[in-house]
């Protein structure tokens, strides 16, 4: 069984390292380096297992009762059941020779995305123009890396090329704000509404809320109301 690692995402950093305890600031990578920092704590915390926190009020029962089972543990990584043992690492594009100092096997980020939702994108595969995935998920990546696709017989989806030609051009398509800012100022933004509502300190929500990766967690497009559980000063919270 293969253990997949992403190094990319900046809200599961965000996640991991409030669950352990860790300051997510001293685990961002510089633009231009892998993110090895991140990928020290990583191999750090590999097996050690965490629950599940509440978030919605939905999944949680309405009654006091024994638990017939345990609850599932979770670890910083995914499983992925194939017949290989190690570590699958999601990274930036990058040369072979620094791809190197990794010392494991490794996947690039726009390809991974690119499976992850490859359904949903096989209308814009079959144009002429080059695709660019912005993952706001992500640590702001040094360039835009565009995918061409080529057909396969064995393959269900158009196989994702990663085009490393002529990236300058691209330039022109980056953001003018950090993906990480951009998630720092959503949660910020969110923690001041929730904290003026219930009386709290709106700094402390705020990392609860990078801790439980809400973003992830909570299917925002639905049109029902949702209930959250908040846990603030060892004291918890419903949030309607």
Known sequence: MTQLINLESYLECCHYAYLFGQDPQALIPHAKSLPLVYRNFCNEYLFHAFLPTPVMA??????LRSRSEKLPQQYLWRPLED?????????REANALVLQSLQNRY?????????????QLQNLTRSDRKLVIYNLDSFTPQQITPLTFED????????????????????????????ESIYDQII??????????????????????????????????STESISLIFEVDDRFYLYD
Not at 58 to 63: A, I, L
Not at 83 to 91: A, E, I, K, M, T
Not at 107 to 119: D, K, T
Not at 152 to 179: E, F, N
Request: glycine share 2%; hydrophobic share 35%; net charge positive.
């Open 152 to 179: 396969h017989s064995q393959a269900p989806y158009r196989i994702p090329i990663v085009d490393t030609r002529s990236l300058k051009q691209y330039d022109g398509l980056k953001l003018s704000q950090s993906y």
């Open 58 to 63: 939905s999944t949680q029962p309405n009654t």
């Open 83 to 91: 017949d290989f043992s190690g570590q699958l690492f999601v990274v």
């Open 188 to 221: 910020k933004q969110l923690a001041q509404k929730i904290a003026s509502d219930l009386d709290l300190n709106k700094v402390s929500l705020s990392s609860y809320l990078k801790k439980i990766n809400l973003l992830q967690n909570v299917e925002f497009n």
């Open 107 to 119: 996947i690039y980020a726009n390809v991974y995305y690119y499976w992850s939702y490859a359904q």
